[in-house]
């Protein structure tokens, strides 16, 4: 199945110019959507600056300056008629993203919706849509270009053929897609979170090293990258909002480590400024 020829992306930041990075490199025309004429242009640098390191690696297909003209990234949600999709990529808060799709939904009434939350339920997140069949879950993995798998998310209300729809929108994007029922974390983030937490608390506890108890995963395991440096990726403060979440819904065995949040309250949150568990 051949892609939207309109998307739009609601949120511009590292997430969400990943999104669009992907669509635009697929071949679609891609709208996307900030706050402010300031985070307007921070996007669009993102964005470029991602097309840019692509072509250098011989990743993308057309010219920078090809794709690009089919980027479009504007401050007013108005500017979303016409799209067929519309993902939302705004940080992980549910009164947020309710409000968000809820607004996407004003100005792009023929658009399917889909959210990239990677924890938050999306039968909560579709409370309040006129249209609840044409919306679901498209949990993109960070960073978006390089990661293989989509995680497809089926609400209680999700019509069947729009599940079909995305499955053949994520091959279109070159990438693989899993098809999961919402519940608590889905299947990645409530893996990818239950072992992240037990190599804290293993280091925490002084079991071995951050880089021995990664190694153990990518040495034994065949993981691609240790829990912890996946953590510092990701961000602790992402993870120590889905893991309370998490312990919320599922129950005691997801409670953060006091690790975790001793870290982010020193302000090392990975990869992003530079210290997590690891010194970038």
Request: some cysteine.
């Amino acid at each position: 199945m051949s892609l939207p020829t309109n998307v739009g992306v609601y949120g511009g930041g590292r997430m969400g110019a990943g999104i669009a990075h992907a669509f635009l490199s697929a071949g679609a025309s891609v709208t996307v959507i900030e706050s402010d004429d300031t985070a307007v242009s921070a996007a669009e640098e993102r964005i470029g600056a991602n097309l840019a390191k692509a072509a250098e690696r011989g990743t993308l297909a057309e010219s920078v300056d090809r794709v690009r003209s089919r980027l479009t990234v504007a401050p007013d949600p108005a500017a979303l008629a016409g799209c067929g999709l519309v993902v939302e990529a705004v940080p992980e808060v549910v009164e947020l993203k309710t409000r968000v799709l809820t607004r996407i939904e004003e100005f792009a009434s023929e658009a399917v919706l889909a959210t990239n939350t990677s924890s938050l339920s999306v039968d909560q997140l579709m409370t309040g849509l006129a249209r609840p069949e044409r919306f679901l879950g498209l949990h993109f993995f960070n960073p978006v270009p390089a990661s293989e798998l989509v995680e497809i998310v089926v609400g209680a209300k999700t019509a069947a053929d729009l599940v079909t729809d995305a499955q053949g929108w994520v091959a279109a994007l070159g990438k693989t897609a899993i098809t999961v029922t919402d519940s608590p974390g889905f299947a990645s983030s409530r893996l990818g979170v239950a072992i992240a937490l037990e190599a804290m608390r293993m280091l925490e506890d002084g079991v071995a090293s951050a880089e021995d108890i990664d190694t153990a995963m990518t040495l034994g395991y065949k993981h691609p990258m240790g829990p912890l440096r996946t953590t510092d990726v990701v961000g602790l403060d992402v993870r120590l909002a889905i893991a309370e979440h998490l312990a919320s819904e599922v129950g005691a065995r997801f409670e953060p480590p006091a690790i975790l949040r001793e870290k982010i309250a020193a302000g090392h949150l990975g990869r992003k400024t530079g210290q997590g568990f690891y010194t970038w």
